[in-house]
Nanobody, 123 residues
Framework: VQLQASGGGLVQAGGSLRLSCTSS???????MGWFRQAPGKEREFVAH????????YYGDSVSGRFTVSRDNGQNTVYLQMNSLKPEDTAVYYC??????????????????WGQGTLVTVSS
């Protein structure tokens, strides 16, 4: 499974961006996640969505501002980011959850990763 994240860019604080994660193969049977990594920091859980989109989870720092969704017909997972803050600046990664995973917050629960897309939020 090859994942391609896109949609990053430069935005002012308070603005919005929508990230996309497109797969080379169908991901309709897989749970997916978004993580981010800021310079000098560890990778951080952002959001998780189950295979049919009915169940979602969010990291505390983005809950209420970000929304994860998916279109299985397009093999695409989205991350809508609103009310962006400078501290949201990071490289954002999408990932496929491992079939053997017992959770969704830690990055080792995911086995395929996209290359990342940079989001920069200016103050």
């Amino acid at each position: 499974v090859q994942l391609q994240a896109s949609g990053g860019g430069l935005v002012q604080a308070g603005g919005s961006l929508r990230l996309s994660c497109t797969s080379s193969r169908t991901v309709s049977n897989y749970n997916m996640g978004w993580f981010r990594q800021a310079p000098g920091k560890e990778r951080e859980f952002v959001a998780h969505i189950n295979w049919d989109g009915r169940i979602t989870y969010y990291g505390d720092s983005v809950s209420g501002r970000f929304t994860v969704s998916r279109d299985n017909g397009q093999n695409t997972v989205y991350l809508q980011m609103n009310s962006l803050k400078p501290e949201d600046t990071a490289v954002y990664y999408c990932a496929k959850q491992s079939l053997h995973a017992s959770g969704w917050i830690r990055d080792f629960e995911y086995d395929y990763w996209g290359q990342g897309t940079l989001v920069t939020v200016s103050s």
